[in-house]
């Protein structure tokens, strides 16, 4: 089993910054991939951006340039650094994570999520 805490959300005004921070405990096994996932009301859950415990990372279209992501392996904790915020950014972003490669369907793992909301 994995728990995962988040922290970090909060109201912030358009163009203002916010970090999130996501701490994993319990059976934490390399290689595995870590992220922040969102969901507006009445939207589905999409990915914002995913980091492996080798470095690499993606990111949405929708945050490139101005969302960054990392990872402290040593303390088992995904950042997620969110600058030049915009309305549409408003949602719940959650923390998961999921041991690779996928194909051996290892469970998904998610926190209890925290709201970001940026006022116009």
């Known amino acids: 089993q994995v728990q995962l805490v988040e922290s970090g959300g909060g109201l912030v005004q358009t163009g203002g910054s916010l970090r999130l921070s996501c701490a994993a405990s319990?059976?934490?096994?390399?290689?595995?991939?870590m992220a922040w996932y969102r969901q507006a009301p009445g939207q589905q859950r999409e990915l914002v951006a995913a980091?492996?415990?080798?470095?690499?990372?993606n990111y949405a279209d929708s945050v490139k340039g101005r969302f960054t992501i990392s990872r402290d392996n040593a303390k088992n904790t995904v950042y997620l650094q969110m600058n030049s915020l915009k309305p549409e950014d408003t949602a719940v972003y959650y923390c998961?994570?999921?041991?690779?490669?996928?194909?051996?369907?290892?469970?998904?793992?998610w926190g209890q999520g925290t709201q970001v909301t940026v006022s116009s």
């Open positions: 980091v492996t415990s080798g470095g690499g990372t």
């Open positions: 998961h994570y999921r041991r690779v490669p996928a194909w051996l369907n290892y469970s998904n793992y």
């Open positions: 319990g059976s934490i096994r390399s290689p595995n991939t």
